[in-house]
């Protein structure tokens, strides 16, 4: 996968015209490497046809990292023959400026939208290189669809998001807090084998489901809540993200009404979305449904349908109503519509999918609750 992924962004046309590509953000060192490093790292991804100081991608970083990341080299045989690190010598810090300058590079990619101006200026002046262009397209390009490797992963990380929301509609009991219950989701997620969360597990109640972003808190379960819960795990380092509503107990009418139209609006969105179509299109299709089915409740549709997951739990393409990207073949987004009423609560009801030749498929699978 990693190879595949390097490759990727060599084949970009804006790569033809570099040197060379730095990269640095942990986030894109995964990407590449396909395995974590904690500390700092520096990766140079060389344009073969401009160069002839160097024939692999060269990967720095420092005597903490040294051997690990070298065993999972190593056990990836077509990454190694590409791929070659260099252990930045204890007490040696120009040891990266004084390889990169021998090999004088004219005009180098950079992440402009991660690395900072201090840090832009000083790498001028260290490599010697004049022409430092940003590159973050190139990258986020390579991510934005998912290779057959990637999607597996984060279908793990689905059925781990999945078993997490059901040891939560499961354990659920009144008086338990909302802090207690994404505890325990957490837990079980860690168990059946997940990294840990991909963002801070929501668990929201009753009036408070209303908020779209609330924090999970000590408030207590009660008869009769709606329960909002917005979870996700991470594995092997990419993320999932799933969102599920019901009602814990005694329902009115109202809050039956407003899961179910929620849960209609996202089926029917889910099965209307094609390759091809734009994002502000995907977007409209939930926000004109929730008009015509409600006059009363429609407009509180107040975020975009979704978002691309992957490495990030927010990333390209952003389903929303001002995108002019178009669904791809592999793409991994979500597709999340929901309505908020102060005093009465919110729903929401959210799947990771893939754009698949023959349609688009659900990776998370957890029940969704029609009253």
Not at 44 to 52: A, G, S, V, Y
Not at 131 to 150: M, Q, V, W, Y
Not at 263 to 275: S, Y
Not at 313 to 325: A, D, F, K, R, V
């Amino acid at each position: 996968m990693s190879l595949t992924n390097i490759e990727r962004i060599q084949a970009d046309d804006r790569f033809i015209e570099l040197d060379a590509l730095l990269i640095t953000k942990p986030e894109n060192v995964l990407y590449c490497l396909g395995f974590k490093i904690e500390s700092d790292t520096l990766i140079l991804i060389p344009n073969l046809d401009r160069t002839d100081q160097i024939e692999r991608t060269i990967v720095f970083l420092n005597a903490l990292e040294y051997d690990q990341a070298e065993m999972n080299i190593k056990n990836d045989k077509a990454l190694s023959n590409k791929v070659e690190i260099k252990e930045i010598p204890s007490g040696k810090p120009q040891f990266v400026e004084k390889t990169i300058k021998r090999m004088k590079f004219e005009k180098v990619g950079f992440e402009e939208e991660y690395i900072p101006v201090k840090k832009h200026e000083e790498w001028k002046a260290k490599f010697k290189i004049d022409n430092f262009t940003g590159a973050s397209d190139i990258i986020s390009k390579a991510r934005l669809t998912k290779t057959t490797k990637e999607i597996e992963q984060i279908e793990k990380a689905c059925k781990l998001g999945d078993i997490g929301f059901k040891t939560i509609h499961d354990s659920i009991q009144e008086g338990m807090t909302e802090v207690e219950l994404a505890a325990e989701a957490e837990y079980a997620m860690r168990k059946a084998g997940a990294d840990g969360t991909s963002f801070p597990t929501i668990v929201a109640t009753g009036e408070r489901s209303a908020f779209p972003h609330a924090k999970t808190s000590e408030n207590k379960i009660k008869n009769g809540n709606i329960i909002l819960v917005d979870i996700g795990a991470r594995y092997q380092g990419y993320c999932s993200d799933l969102t599920r509503t019901f009602i814990f107990g005694k329902k009115t009418q109202d809050q039956a009404n407003l899961i179910n139209l929620v849960n209609e609006v996202q089926e029917f969105t889910v099965n209307n979305i094609e390759i091809g179509m734009k994002c502000i299109d995907a977007d409209k299709i939930a926000r004109d449904l929730f008009i015509k089915k409600s006059q009363e409740w429609g407009s509180r549709f107040i975020h975009s349908l979704g978002h691309g997951v992957g490495i990030d739990i927010h990333e390209n393409p952003y389903l929303s109503p001002i995108s002019e990207e178009c669904i791809e073949e592999n793409m991994v987004f979500t597709v999340e519509p929901g309505l908020y009423i102060p005093g009465l609560g919110g729903a929401r009801t959210e799947d990771l999918v893939v754009a698949r030749k023959d349609g688009i498929e659900a990776l998370t699978r957890a029940e969704k609750f029609y009253y």
